[in-house]
């Protein structure tokens, strides 16, 4: 089994700084997932990536597929980025339908 | 679209009641998905459904029976709640189960066993 891990746990950041948070996993995979979780509890997908790096506004996702880690950044933080951050992959192989999940990074920028 | 919806958004159990858990979809996706989420534990898949009319196993199946009514209902039944089963529980939709799909979530069912 995939095993997942995030760091850290918890980030307290000011308002406009830049953050990172990170993931790593211990077998191969087929597809990493980057996901938002509100204060409410609502979960929206960020990003699917396989390999390589993708963009959406002031997030950006990175994979190394050799090593086994991707890392998340937030440009220009604001307080209405404060939510937590969970990493999911998609481990390879036949069969292989399930996402293992983090247990995710909460985030909480300060005005 | 309303995406995916869940009901109840909460719920209160006795040890030993039943009840279902409903969850509807509006993206003609294919591939549906239970999971649970527990307080220090990453979201854990109960049961999925590849397409209309299957269904298998996840991670922690134990306790919990699905139906996949049509393409667009997938329900989670618990026939005799425990205490361990106080979570909060998740719908989420996919195109279909390959790789290339992201997920999309419902809003969530807090569901408190005593």
């Known amino acids: 089994k995939n095993e997942v891990e995030q760091s850290p746990q918890n980030l307290t950041a000011q308002e406009g700084e830049f953050i990172t948070i990170n993931c790593s996993y211990s077998?191969?995979?087929?597809?990493l997932h980057w996901l938002q979780q509100h204060p409410g509890g609502g979960i929206v997908s960020l990003f699917m990536l396989s390999s390589g790096k993708k963009k959406h506004g002031r997030l950006i996702a990175t994979i190394n597929i050799q090593e086994k880690h991707s890392s998340l950044h937030i440009t220009a933080s604001h307080p209405r980025d404060s939510a937590v951050y969970i990493c999911a992959v998609r481990s390879r192989g036949a069969g292989s339908y399930q996402l293992t999940f983090g247990k995710g990074t909460k985030l909480s920028v300060i005005p | 679209n309303a995406g995916v919806t869940q009901t109840p958004k909460f719920q209160v159990l006795k040890t030993g009641q039943s009840m279902t858990l409903q969850c509807a979809q509006d993206?003609?996706?294919?591939?549906m998905y239970w999971y649970r989420q527990d307080p220090g534990m990453g979201l854990r898949l109960i049961y999925y459904?590849?397409?209309?009319?299957?269904?298998d196993k996840g991670e922690v199946p134990n306790g919990y029976n699905v139906s996949r009514l049509n393409k667009r209902e997938f329900s989670l039944r618990l026939e005799s709640a425990a205490p361990s089963q106080t979570s909060v529980y998740f719908c989420a939709s996919s195109e279909a189960l390959v790789t290339s799909y992201e997920q999309y979530f419902g809003p969530g069912t807090r569901l408190t066993v005593t």
């Open positions: 077998v191969g995979i087929s597809a």
């Open positions: 993206m003609n996706h294919n591939s």
């Open positions: 459904s590849a397409s209309e009319g299957t269904t």
